[in-house]
């Protein structure tokens, strides 16, 4: 009687185990957030090669999240006179915020998604 219970259990234990949903190659997101001192023009040239821009990011205001493709992103920005281009490295499954501070650096957060 014993067996059958511990073979129950490790059966809804290894079950569990494969059940997970893990992200296997999603696409990593970007969410932009402009708490510089003025609009911000943003332009992303993302790795297939397609330019994404977003001509008026009002101070403080946020982006909704977006999808890229995997792989290196070259982000430029203008801020009144500052005009800046940084490259990124963008990766599977990991979302991204990405902050204009008020000095006009690029301040990046990143969460793996699960």
Same mark, same amino acid.
């Given at each position: 009687? +014993? %067996? $059958? $219970?511990?073979? #129950? $259990?490790? !059966? @809804?234990? @290894? @079950?569990?185990? #494969?059940?997970? +949903? %893990?992200? %296997?190659? !999603?696409d990593p997101t970007i969410q932009i957030s402009n708490n510089g001192k003025g609009k911000a023009s943003i332009e992303i040239k993302d790795a297939s090669g397609q330019s994404h821009t977003i001509p008026y990011l009002s101070k403080d205001a946020i982006t909704k999240k977006e999808n890229y493709p995997k792989g290196n992103i070259n982000f430029s920005y203008q801020i009144g006179n500052t005009d800046t281009m940084e490259i990124i490295f963008l990766n599977y499954c990991t979302d991204y915020n990405i902050s204009i501070n008020s000095d006009h650096e690029l301040i990046i957060f990143s969460k793996k998604r699960k």
């Amino acid at each position: 009687m +014993n %067996k $059958i $219970i511990s073979l #129950l $259990i490790y !059966g @809804f234990v @290894f @079950f569990l185990m #494969l059940s997970c +949903n %893990k992200c %296997k190659e !999603g696409d990593p997101t970007i969410q932009i957030s402009n708490n510089g001192k003025g609009k911000a023009s943003i332009e992303i040239k993302d790795a297939s090669g397609q330019s994404h821009t977003i001509p008026y990011l009002s101070k403080d205001a946020i982006t909704k999240k977006e999808n890229y493709p995997k792989g290196n992103i070259n982000f430029s920005y203008q801020i009144g006179n500052t005009d800046t281009m940084e490259i990124i490295f963008l990766n599977y499954c990991t979302d991204y915020n990405i902050s204009i501070n008020s000095d006009h650096e690029l301040i990046i957060f990143s969460k793996k998604r699960k």
